[in-house]
C-alpha cells in the first residue's frame, strides 16, 4: 500500500507562493496518475490539480487553473504543487492521492495532509 506524505504548507498572504510536496512510498508509484485535493471547514474536500504517470499532461480545477502548476519527480517518488497568487479562498488542508479518472481519488488512504492559510 502507497503511503503519502504532505509537506510545506504555511500561513502567506494573499498574493503569495507556496510550494507544496508530496513523498509516496512504494516501487509502483511511477506507474499511476497522481493528484493533489483540498478541503476547507466545513466543506467537502475537492479536486484541484492531476498530472499523468510520465508528468506529461496535467488537468487543473478551475479554480486554480493559470496559479497553480502540478509537477512529480518519479526517481524521488515525490509530487509537487507550485501555487501563486494564493487567495484566502485557497486556504485548505491540501492532500495529495492516486488518481481514478480525471478528477477522482483512487479510494486508497489519505495522508495528513498540510495546512496552507492564505491572509487577507
Known amino acids: 500500500q502507497v503511503q503519502l506524505v504532505e509537506s510545506g504548507g504555511g500561513l502567506v498572504q494573499a498574493g503569495g507562493s507556496l510550494r507544496l510536496s508530496c513523498a509516496a512510498s512504494?516501487?509502483?508509484?511511477?506507474?499511476?496518475?497522481m493528484g493533489w485535493f483540498r478541503q476547507a471547514p466545513g466543506k467537502e474536500r475537492e479536486f484541484v490539480a492531476r498530472?499523468?504517470?510520465?508528468?506529461?499532461?496535467?488537468y487543473y480545477a478551475d479554480s486554480v487553473k493559470g496559479r497553480f502548476t502540478i509537477s512529480r519527480d518519479n526517481a524521488k517518488n515525490t509530487v509537487y504543487l507550485q501555487m501563486n497568487s494564493l487567495k484566502p479562498e485557497d486556504t485548505a488542508v491540501y492532500y495529495c492521492?492516486?488518481?481514478?479518472?480525471?478528477?477522482?481519488?483512487?479510494?486508497?488512504?489519505w495522508g495528513q495532509g498540510t495546512q496552507v492559510t492564505v491572509s487577507s
Open positions: 512504494g516501487r509502483t508509484f511511477r506507474s499511476y496518475p
Open positions: 498530472i499523468n504517470w510520465s508528468g506529461g499532461s496535467t
Open positions: 492521492n492516486r488518481m481514478d479518472g480525471l478528477t477522482g481519488p483512487s479510494g486508497g488512504s
